[in-house]
T-cell receptor, first 113, second 112 residues
């Protein structure tokens, strides 16, 4: 019930293409769903996040789609660039602003020029 | 770059030893969480401190302990180190009432 399942494990996309990463969860108490980007040797950086009362959130080239009934959410990266090559983690938390994050296992994205 | 800093950057310890890792939270952030990230895995929650009190703990044994100081900086202590403790240890901070957690660069611990 505490797991967040992320797919695919790795993804190769051509420059200018759309990258799509999916996550699924079981615990309906989750109330916050962030995505983090991590480059090798660095800590995770908060990219974009959504609350379950919203079905979509867009920030620049990054969009989260959220399907509460299916208990799934996804990250879409439009016009993918080589600089987007990194590992992406979805996460979820419950317990309001004091909740801890439960992470997926990550997706390694490679954007080919 | 977030305003979260961690020290040291890297360290190597021997099995059975003890280690202390340090974290300075972003200015104004009163909640600090620690995570362990094994190679190729997502971060796993260790514990969280809010106003100097532990207010959440993940599935880690008691030899993982911590402190938070009045300036909201924090320490993670690990006793009786095991080989499986080799990982990147991440500290994250957030402000009161905020969901957003901001991570530091991490400390890479190697246990030999």
């Amino acid at each position: 019930q505490q797991q967040v399942k992320q797919s695919p494990q790795s993804l190769i996309v051509q420059k200018g293409g759309i990258s799509i990463i999916n996550c699924a969860y079981e615990n309906t108490a989750f109330d916050y769903f962030p995505w983090y980007q991590q480059f090798p040797g660095k800590g995770p950086a908060l990219l974009i996040a959504i609350r379950p009362d919203v079905s979509e959130k867009k920030e620049g080239r990054f969009t989260i789609s959220f399907n509460k009934s299916a208990k799934q959410f996804s990250l879409h990266i439009m016009d993918s660039q080589p600089g987007d090559s990194a590992t992406y983690f979805c996460a979820a938390s419950y317990g309001g602003s004091q909740g801890n994050l439960i992470f997926g296992k990550g997706t390694k994205l490679s954007v080919k020029p | 770059e977030t305003g979260v800093t961690q020290s040291p950057t890297h360290l190597i310890k021997t099995r059975g030893q003890q280690v202390t890792l340090r974290c300075s939270s972003q200015s104004g952030h009163n909640t600090v969480s620690w995570y362990q990230q094994a190679l190729g895995q997502g971060p796993q929650f260790i514990f969280q401190y809010y106003r100097e009190e532990e207010n959440g703990r993940g599935n880690f044994p008691p030899r993982f302990s911590g402190l938070q100081f009045p300036n909201y900086s924090s320490e993670l202590n690990v006793n009786a180190l095991e080989l499986d403790d080799s990982a990147l240890y991440l500290c994250a901070s957030r402000g009161g009432g905020s969901y957003e957690q901001y991570f530091g660069p991490g400390t890479r611990l190697t246990v030999t």
